[in-house]
Each structure stands twice: as structure tokens, then as C-alpha cells.
């Protein structure tokens, strides 16, 4: 019986040499329609000195609301505040600092009688370790007193960018923009400032405020979010911005 011999079929083109799997993405970024993040419309200036505008008409000179005697107290203060209420870290403080509101009186009371005051404080322990420690170099280091740049109050225990920023602004009154969960979600949300970290959300904000706005700029964004902005169920027919914001899930 003759042996079947099937001949090989040539191979097509595109078969033989197949067609370059770029990755879509590729493709996409060569087109200018790579996969963006869908960014709102930037604020023009215009819209930004309304927004403010608005915000300074209806509270001329905002506080906030950490209480506190001095620059020491109010640092104290912002480095208990960490994942805590400013309301909670208040109820704490008003007999704390009646009794040691200076680094040396804070070091006669101690870290164990600090850690009763602070106790209803979340992460009071460690906060206790951290207020004793940046008693002793603001002592050793800075006379006592409170530094007054960025860097200094960084390398205190305890103290982050956050809190440089907060004492910066508030007891120093320069123009910084302290970003906590409310201006961060304020700054995402109205499109200000779109930034994935805290960080971004910061420079953005210094560079669409204008200066005669940022020395409250950071207590308007922050009672905004506190108060109006809220993280679960915005009060946006409230909102003294609704006309500006590019919230898409704005509810006006
Ligand atoms: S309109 Fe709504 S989402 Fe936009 S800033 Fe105001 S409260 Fe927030």
C-alpha cells in the first residue's frame, strides 16, 4: 500500500513570522492615549482667588481647633493628634498642660504621670516616650524653645512633616500647608490638587494658592473637609464651592 505522504503546508506569512505583539500599552502611549488616570480640568487662577475668596468671606480668620498654650503646648498637641480627634486629644490636654506646659516642667511631671494624662489617647505610650524625648533635646539642643524651621522640627521624636507644617503655620504663621486626611481627600476631590501622596498634594496646593491666602489656606481646606466635604456623604449642596468643584460625584 503506498505511503501517504502529507506534504508539509507552507507556512503563511503571518504564520511564519508573526505579527509584533507590542503591548497595547505601548501602542496606547505611542498614540498620546496611554492608560491616564482620567485628571480633571486644572483650576484656572481666576477660579482658585473665587474659591478662596468665598472661603475668607465666610470665615475671615479661621482657628484651629487643637487648643493649646504656646508654640510647646501646640506641638505637644499636634504629636498626640496622630490617628487621633483633635476633640479627644483636647480633652486630654486641658489638665496636662495646666500642670507642664514648658519642656522642663513636662520633664519634672515624667513619662509615667505624662501617661496618665494621655491615656484616653490612642498610641498613648509610645506618644508619652516620644513627648519626654523631644522635651530633652528642645532642652538640650534648643533652649528650650520650639526651633523654627522645617528640619529641626522634624528631628524632633515624634514629629513628622505634618506636624512641622502645622506649628510652622500656626504658631510661627508662616505659609505652610500641613495635609491631613481631610485636605488631603478636599484637595483630590475639588481637583486643586490631584496627588497620590500626601506629599504631592502639599506642593500642589503652594503652587495654586496665592500667597495672600495661605496663611489660613490650610485651616479653610481642612474645616472644608471637616465640616462640608465630608468623607462619606459630602454636604455638596452646602458647599460654598459646588460651582467650582470637578468632583464628578459631586451631588449638585
Ligand atoms: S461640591 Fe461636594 S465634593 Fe466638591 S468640594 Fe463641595 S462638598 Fe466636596
Known sequence: MAKIIRKARPKSRSAAKPASKKPARKAAAKSGQARKPSKPKPWTSAEVLEA???????NPEPRGELEHLNPYTLLVAVVLSAQATDAGVNKATRALFAVADTPEKMLE?????????????????????????????????????VPRTRAEIESLPGAGRKTANVVLNMAFGEHTMAVDTHVFRVGNRTGL???NTPLEVELGL???????????AHHWLILH???TCLARGPRCEACLINDLCRWPEKTV
Not at 52 to 58: E, L, M, P, Q, T
Not at 114 to 143: C, H, M, P, W
Request: charged residues 35%.
Open 225 to 227: 473637609g471637616r465640616y
Open 52 to 58: 478662596f475668596s468665598r472661603f475668607r468671606k465666610a
Open 193 to 195: 490638587a490631584p496627588g
Open 109 to 145: 511631671l515624667g513619662e509615667e504621670k505624662l501617661r496618665d494624662y494621655i491615656k484616653t489617647v490612642g498610641l498613648y505610650r509610645n506618644k508619652a516616650k516620644n513627648v519626654i524625648a523631644l522635651s530633652q533635646k528642645l532642652i538640650a539642643e534648643f533652649g528650650g524653645e
Open 206 to 216: 503652594e503652587k495654586v494658592i496665592p500667597s495672600e491666602f495661605m496663611r489660613h
